[in-house]
């Protein structure tokens, strides 16, 4: 089950029933949200075809979504599907990349650079907290027992990304210092 678990990618996760006649939220986690409904169909953990039948943005988010999932016709069935993660495919993925596109599960644990070539850490995540991409950078043990940092995924602070050899270079001086001023906040 692990190998098969590397060869697919979460897109997306169920969260709560919504009304009474089998819908249930969605939350999305592919580059255009409402793309996902496009993959369909999509796998569970155990690998059984879920299909999303119709889907309506919630208001005021742009990344969760209300649906029907095909079978699904009460509350009860939709609220079993609750924190059930779904999946697609890694090569459905891989075929729609550009050149300079990549999947971000792709360089999770990626050995993190500064300029001058020095390993400080890995990259253990992307977070989204409203505002973009947010990378979250474990420090390199050389740094002693450090507060990971989080880091804007743009070009400006992430100029390069090199997934065949795992590595990432950040424009960051200074991230994690010895001066509490410039300190992470962790």
Known sequence: MAEAKRERVLVGEF????????EV???SFTGDPAAIASYNPLQREDGSAVVLAG?????GTADMFVTRVEGVATREAAEALTRERLYVPRERLQAELEDDEFLQVDIIGARVEDASGTVIGRLMAFHDFGGGDVIEIAPHSSLGRRAPALLPFTKAFVPVVDVAAKRIVVAAEGLFSDDDDDAPRG
């Open 15 to 22: 969260g709560r029933a919504h009304g009474v006649r089998g």
């Open 25 to 27: 939220r969605l939350k």
């Open 55 to 59: 889907l309506r943005a919630v208001a």
